[in-house]
């Protein structure tokens, strides 16, 4: 039984690129903190929303363990672990509430800059080093592709000329990271941004009503910027 609480609590990214953005939206939602002293945890002193601030992998986990009610994350980081846990057979506890219009890349397969590409079969049989296995899987299988999956977890870029890979699966903005290891982008397999996430089960507390009230004012802002 889940346990009855009067505050909500929000995971953001602690800094990164979506931390001062995220925090940057909900001021304009009218929230407003006083911090502790370790600056993890921001207690809402305009309504009873709190801010805990964690490395972005850790939003998703800390909304489906309930220790947190929504979080602002990348569309890619969501994505990716729920579909580890559907690969696992864990049921979906979390989705995408809103886009929120900030944090904007895509998710891209990048090949060394000499590559002849044609089509997305020209991977077949390749190596493809990324971060986000599960997205790749999934979009490798829909696209009938048998490619090996090497997971790492940083440096993605320079796995080709390492000798790890023969094409990566990671997160393009402008491209310049990509030129400058070689490499070009081709095919997009998601369009990302910022999003809150939160729940699919309903809260059966107090936090519903709070939920809403930050629903209506974050379509209010969000409707104002575009
Ligand atoms: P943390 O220390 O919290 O784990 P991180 O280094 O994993 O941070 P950031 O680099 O701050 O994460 O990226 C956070 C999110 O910003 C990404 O998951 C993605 O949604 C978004 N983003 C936007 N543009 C880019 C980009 N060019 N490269 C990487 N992420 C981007
Ligand atoms: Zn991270």
Known sequence: VPAVRDRLRIAIQKSGR???PARALLASCGLAWRESRDRLFCYGETLPIDLLLVRDDDIPGLIAD???DLGIVGRN?????AGERARTGAAATYREWR???????RLAIAVPDEWRWDAAGDLAGKRIA???PALLSQWLA???IDAEVVTLSGSVEIAPRLGKADAICDLVS?????AANHLKATETLLQSEAVLAGPIAPFGDVRAELAALLLRRLDAVLGLKD
Do not use: D, H, K
């Not at 886009?99 to 890349?105: I, Q, Y």
């Not at 402008?174 to 990509?178: E, Q």
């Open 66 to 68: 309930g220790t947190c």
């Open 77 to 81: 980081v969501l994505l990716e672990q």
């Open 99 to 105: 886009a929120l219009g900030f944090g904007g890349c």
């Open 142 to 144: 829909a696209q009938g």
């Open 174 to 178: 402008s491209g310049a990271t990509l």
């Open 18 to 20: 979506l931390g001062e």
């Open 130 to 132: 990324t971060s986000y």
